[in-house]
């Protein structure tokens, strides 16, 4: 019998540059700040010394002034009381050189995170967390929304991956958290996906994967997503961000992706670091930027 030469037509997977979109999304900021003569105004506080939060809010600072903004980092003590931190958030509040204000999470645990978030005005609730975004969100006003930028950031890869119009892929989120999983599934949901959102109760999480097209790991448990979770050409968008240590006693930081054994299935595929990291903090800048305009637009100030 004659054999046919075989040959595989799969292509490689695309690593999703998480790196060179938000810059795209920076520059993008960049221009519309000066073009349009704002100067946004982002307030970060920071709440004790964790030194991964330390690292992120000092990034976001440098970010917006990268943008052309007026930034201001508030580093308060691990101490401070709960009405210390709602007194600083109403300064903020009134503030009119201020367009954006987010506390940095986790909040050391003699605060109610819940109460301080609803502290904050929401038209400046720039992590889109306050009830009033969460609500817009959830019934579909995007327009009115200040939208997470997790969930955003993320959006954007996957569109720029599967283009705009997502209408009837199946969407699976793993994580239903406020800051990503909840709002993640309310933002595809919006752009017409099928959408399922697995949890630490769900039965037999994998099989439900393996029929995802699109797939959003938001748990921070690293490596959970393996190879026999996932449909052959799917999309993968890991936003875990988990440090391990290793047997060196290094660590490193990796997803909630098997990324080795996962990467070669995929379609598409985010890294961890150089993912969607980066796309958080860009669409932080776009996010505060798109408040300042709001209030230049009604002339507003907050006083
Ligand atoms: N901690 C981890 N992610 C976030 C985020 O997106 N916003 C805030 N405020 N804190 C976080």
């Known amino acids: 019998m004659k054999t046919v030469p075989s040959f595989s037509t799969k292509a490689a997977p695309v690593i ?26 982002l307030a970060v506080l920071l709440v004790g010394s964790d030194p991964a ?9 440098l970010r917006a002034k990268e943008c052309g903004f007026h930034s201001e980092q508030i580093d308060l003590d691990e101490n401070t009381s709960e009405g210390e931190l709602l007194a600083v958030i109403g300064r903020l509040n009134s503030d009119e050189n201020i367009h954006g204000i987010l506390v ?25 967390f306050h009830y009033v975004n969460v609500g817009h969100l959830a019934s579909g006003a995007l327009g009115d929304a200040l939208v997470p930028c997790t969930p955003l950031g993320s959006l954007h890869l996957i569109q720029q991956h599967l ?20 709002p993640m599934a309310s933002l595809l949901l919006q ?25 959003v790991a ?29 047997a060196d006693g290094n660590s490193r930081l990796v997803g909630d992706v098997a990324f080795d054994e996962v990467a070669p299935l995929t379609s598409a595929i985010t890294p961890v670091p150089g ?29």
């Not at 999703?16 to 003569?37: F, M, P, R, T």
């Not at 009837?168 to 793993?174: L, M, N, P, Q, T």
């Not at 938001?218 to 996932?230: C, F, H, R, S, Y």
């Open 53 to 61: 939060s330390a690292v992120y809010v000092r990034n976001k600072g």
């Open 191 to 215: 752009h017409n996906c099928t959408v399922t959102v697995l949890h630490s109760r769900t039965f037999e999480p994998e099989k439900l994967c393996r029929q995802a097209d699109i797939v």
């Open 163 to 182: 283009g705009n119009d997502l209408s009837g892929k199946h969407a699976v989120v793993i994580g239903r958290s406020n800051i990503v999983g909840k």
């Open 104 to 128: 940095q999470l986790p909040l050391p645990r003699h605060i109610d995170a819940h109460k301080v978030i609803q502290a904050i005005h929401p038209m400046k609730d720039v992590d889109g």
């Open 218 to 246: 938001a748990v921070g448990v690293p490596g959970l997503v393996k190879a026999d979770w996932i449909k052959p050409g799917a999309l993968v968008i890991d936003v875990g961000i988990n440090r391990i240590e290793l």
């Open 16 to 41: 999703i540059d998480g790196k060179a979109a938000s810059q795209a999304i920076v520059e993008q900021v960049k221009a519309a700040v000066v073009a349009e003569h704002l100067r946004p105004g």
């Open 275 to 303: 993912g969607v990291g980066p796309m958080t903090i860009a669409l932080l800048m776009q996010n505060t930027l798109s408040v300042a305009r709001r209030f230049k637009k009604v002339g507003l100030t907050m006083r």
